[in-house]
């Protein structure tokens, strides 16, 4: 499977260069396997690098790259035969495009930036931090360290006189960009602007069709396994168990720096995964609904509803500060700022007839504030695209 979506990956970027996006070399950070910063298989991390020019030479985004986590020694060990845990298997171009692309007439605000992709490779959100690595199984769990490396790397090339920032993220890589978020304002200097970006990284505490939360105990495990408590925001440890600060609706509250969130209320990884997950649905009752919300029965509607309710409680943390942005659509996907499509294309979503990257820039550069959430059903929103998985 991995080798699989490894040649789709490749098929992938290939077709992107063809068609004008911009393939991007690999940078192999060699340097920081001496300090322990490795993905899971002990390779060295990855990003891709896109100067900037003119006007945006000393501007910076670094975006994280999505891609799940991994819960126990056997799905880490599966996870280090494919480029989601080793660098050795990751494609050596990438095709910057939506909040990365460098074309003035899709991404406006931020198209001449330095833009980075940082490869993921860990399985943990980039939190993991155990220095014994077991005989047996010969994992490195050192997700914190990797993203540190890559950050002081990025600092030495140019960062370190950043005028303005953003750390961003798809899905786990987007929760990342939370998590390190202050962090990542502490570093950069204090003349700059800096705020951070999520892009379908909100996962919620939520229940599931049982009542119970499968995603907490799923969460639990990662931290467990990752060593990931010494990583996570103190502000939140310091007040919960550390799984519960894997959700952003607890951490939010006392980050310092100013966050925008994109996500969609039907959320389709949330969907199969923390309202119907596969271990709670034993008899398979939601197996099509989760997958196309077109399929669901009237009393699936209604609890796929209720789930959009669980959704707007948790993004109360970021109602209640100005500072913060939001974008809710109503589509049934997932990451919608990675491709041009989405981001800025005459067919993305938009809200309040507004396209991501427009809310995105004028909430950076402070041209108008953004919390905007969409209608409330999943077939209200007629902008809405097919499911969407950029990452």
């Known amino acids: ?18 068609i004008g996006t911009g393939a991007v070399p690999i940078t192999y950070l060699q340097s920081a396997v001496a300090k322990g ?52 298997f990751m494609n050596k171009d990438f095709g910057f495009s939506g909040i990365l692309g460098g074309k003035q007439n899709t991404n406006p605000d931020f198209y001449n930036w330095n833009r980075i992709k940082v490869r993921y490779c860990d399985g943990s959100s980039f939190t993991g931090n155990i220095e ?3 005989p047996a199984n010969k994992l490195f769990f050192r997700g914190a360290r990797v993203w540190r490396a890559v950050i002081d790397d990025l600092m030495a090339k140019g960062m370190k006189n950043a005028q303005n920032a953003i750390l ?39 229940k599931d069709i049982s009542g119970g939360s499968y995603i907490q105990s799923y969460y639990s495990k990662v931290v467990a396994l990752h060593g990931s408590a010494k990583s996570l925001p103190v502000s939140c440890t310091s007040k919960m168990k550390p799984e519960l600060c894997f959700f952003p609706q607890y951490v939010v509250p006392s980050m310092r720096t100013p966050l925008f969130v994109i996500n969609a209320a039907f959320d389709s990884w949330q969907i199969k995964n923390v309202l119907a997950p596969t271990g709670v649905d034993r008899r398979k ?53 990675g491709s041009a499509a989405s981001w800025s294309g005459a067919k993305g979503p938009q809200v309040a007839n507004t396209k991501i990257s427009k809310a995105v820039g004028n909430w950076f550069y402070g041209r108008s504030a953004f919390q905007k959430i969409d209608c409330p059903s999943p077939i209200c929103n007629p ?7 950029d990452e």
């Open 37 to 88: 910063a490795v993905c899971l298989d002990g390779s060295a991390p990855a990003y891709h690098f896109d100067k900037g020019f003119g006007s945006g030479v000393n501007n910076w985004i670094v975006h994280m790259e999505g891609g799940g986590w991994c819960t126990d020694v056997a799905s880490c060990i599966k996870r280090k035969g494919t480029m989601k845990g080793s660098s050795k």
């Open 132 to 134: 014994a690595v077991n």
């Open 1 to 18: 499977m991995g080798k699989l979506k490894h040649c789709w990956s490749s098929v992938l970027v290939l077709a992107m260069a063809v």
């Open 168 to 206: 961003s993220g798809c899905s786990a890589g987007a929760l990342a960009a939370i998590l390190h978020c202050d962090t990542f304002r502490a570093i950069l200097p204090r003349t700059a602007r800096v705020k951070c970006v999520s892009d379908a990284g909100y996962f919620i505490h939520g």
């Open 285 to 337: 009752e939601w197996a099509n609904c989760k997958l196309d919300l077109k399929k669901c029965s009237a009393a699936q509607l209604k609890t796929v509803q209720g789930f959009r309710d669980q959704m707007m409680r948790a993004l109360s943390p970021i109602h209640s500060t100005p500072s913060r942005g939001l974008f809710l659509d109503s589509c049934h996907a997932h990451c919608q700022g």
């Open 383 to 389: 902008t809405c695209p097919a499911i969407s998985t």
